[in-house]
C-alpha cells in the first residue's frame, strides 16, 4: 500500500476524516443514551410530584403550560400538574418554576393544596456553591429554620433581611432570595391555571 504524502492536503483529508467519524459515534452513542435518560427524567418528576404533595398514590389529571411576565417583563414558563388522589379527591397541583440563583438557574418543584397552602418542594435543578446556596435543598422544609411548609404566598414570602418572615441561607442571602421567588411565582401559575380552567369550563382528562 502506497504511503500518503505528508502534505496540507492529506492531513486536512485525514483530520476531516477522524473529525466525521468521531461525529458519528457521538451522534450513535447519543441515540443510545436518550431513552435511558428521558426515562430516568420522568421518574425523577413522577417521584417529585409525589414527595411535594405527600401522597403516593395519585394521578395527574391534566398538566397546564402558564406563561407569565415577571416584574421586568421577561416571560417564564410554568408546568402545572393537577392531580388527584385513589379515591378522585383534588390534592392540589405541583409546580415547576425556575429562577436565576447565585450561580445559575434554580429550579423548583412545589406542591400546593387546593388552598393554596405549600404542602412540599423539591429542587430540580441548581448550580448553587456546595455547601451554602446548595443548602436550600433542606432549609425551607419543615420544621427547618426557614421552614415554609404550610404557608400562603398569597403574600409574597420574602427573607426577613427585606422585611419578611422567613430566615435566608446563612451566607446566602441571594440564593434564598432566588428560591422565595421561584415559590411565589409557582404560586401565581397555580393561580393562574385555575382561573383559565374555570374561565374555560375545560374538563382535564388523566395522563396516563
Not at 12 to 27: K, R
Not at 174 to 181: D, E, G, P, Q, V
Request: aromatic share 6%; glycine share 12%.
Amino acid at each position: 500500500m502506497k504511503k500518503l504524502e505528508s502534505s496540507l492536503l492529506n492531513m486536512v483529508l485525514v483530520l476531516t476524516s477522524v473529525a466525521v467519524i468521531m461525529g458519528g459515534i457521538l451522534a450513535f452513542v447519543n441515540h443510545l443514551t436518550e431513552g435511558p435518560i428521558a426515562e430516568q427524567k420522568a421518574k425523577v418528576l413522577a417521584d417529585g410530584i409525589k414527595a411535594v404533595l405527600v401522597c403516593d398514590n395519585l394521578t395527574v389529571t391534566a398538566t397546564d403550560t402558564v406563561r407569565q411576565r415577571d416584574a421586568k417583563g421577561k416571560e417564564a414558563i410554568y408546568i402545572v400538574y393537577q392531580t388527584q388522589d385513589a379515591k378522585g379527591n383534588k390534592l392540589g397541583a405541583a409546580v415547576e418554576s425556575t429562577t436565576g440563583g447565585f450561580g445559575g438557574d434554580l429550579k423548583v418543584l412545589v406542591g400546593f393544596n387546593p388552598e393554596g397552602k405549600i404542602l412540599g418542594y423539591t429542587l430540580l435543578e441548581h448550580a448553587e456553591t456546595p455547601g451554602l446556596g446548595a443548602k436550600a435543598d433542606k432549609w425551607f422544609q419543615k420544621g427547618e429554620k426557614g421552614d415554609i411548609i404550610g404557608k400562603s404566598p398569597a403574600t409574597p414570602l420574602t427573607v426577613s433581611k427585606d422585611g419578611g418572615q422567613i430566615d435566608a441561607i446563612t451566607a446566602s442571602t441571594i440564593t434564598s432570595r432566588a428560591f422565595l421567588l421561584a415559590v411565589n411565582n409557582a404560586y401565581n401559575a397555580y393561580k393562574g391555571a385555575l382561573e383559565t380552567d374555570a374561565h374555560t369550563g375545560a374538563t382535564p382528562q388523566i395522563k396516563k
